[in-house]
């Protein structure tokens, strides 16, 4: 299992874009730097979406990928919480910010939406995948994406603090948590459904002492204001851990 980093900030720059993992070429965890970041050819190979919540840093290019496919005749299915897909339907794809890529053309249809139900897992393509609930502002999932050829990653996408009740469901290899503001500014950061370093070291210590073990993990949607910061505390908390723990640029290449 191959995972690229197509986006690994909140913010989008000259230098910096929205959250998005690809996986295999194929499988697109959130959505917020497909189209900006992969050609044409390369958008083609994409055959599904799993958005973790309704934000629009993280559901953004699902509109631009599926009109992009409407010229050739491909549907890429997208998987969600139906509070996700709901919101997608009435705000973007409604037939007036965007065409209704769901029902237009009515014989291929770009995007193809699927609903997924917290904690039963669904077979995508090769992969198995686990939907987990998360703390956030809106109703938010991460995933427990396995490859049938071994492997596992949980993607937390958007969370705040209280991680305990999605350890009991997943034992990932690797570990790709939000962690979008540094300690100084945690007043804002939990309140909001984000960590910072200082919060996701509570996380992974209840984490190790459930699991017996620490994944490797990797902190994604950081605000390129305070990347500094952010690189340098985490740095801290892998020293003090013990852990294998890194900030995630785009372009970031991962092999399990």
Wanted: hydrophobic share 40%; with cysteine.
């Amino acid at each position: 299992m191959e995972l690229r980093f197509l986006g690994a900030h909140n913010v989008e720059s000259a230098s910096t874009r929205l959250t998005c993992i690809l996986v295999d070429e194929v499988l697109a965890l959130d959505a917020g730097a497909l189209t900006s970041s992969l050609t044409l050819k390369e958008q083609e190979k994409v055959k599904s979406i799993l958005l973790t919540h309704g934000h629009y840093d993280h559901v953004r290019d699902v509109a631009a990928i599926g009109l992009n496919m409407s010229f050739i005749r491909k549907t890429i299915d997208i998987y969600s919480q139906a509070e996700t897909l709901a919101a997608l339907s009435k705000h973007i794809v409604n037939g007036v910010i965007y065409p209704k890529l769901t029902e237009v053309p009515a014989q291929s249809p770009p995007l193809r939406f699927h609903t997924l139900e917290p904690l039963q897992s669904r077979t995508i393509g090769r992969y198995s995948v686990l939907p987990v609930p998360v703390s956030h502002a809106v109703p938010a999932v991460g995933y427990l994406i396995t490859a049938n050829s071994g492997g596992s990653v949980f993607f937390t996408g958007d969370t705040g603090p209280g991680l305990s009740s999605c350890w009991e469901h997943v034992s990932p290899d690797l570990l790709i948590v939000d962690v979008t503001m540094p300690d100084r500014l945690e007043e804002h950061s939990a309140p909001s459904g984000h960590l910072n370093p200082r919060l996701l070291a509570k996380e992974l210590a209840v984490f190790r002492e459930m699991k017996g073990y620490l994944p490797r993990v990797v902190i994604i949607h950081v605000s390129p204001l305070f990347e500094d910061e952010i690189r340098a505390e985490a740095a801290r908390l892998a020293s003090d851990t013990g852990a294998d723990i890194e900030v995630s640029y785009e372009g970031m290449k991962i092999t399990l």
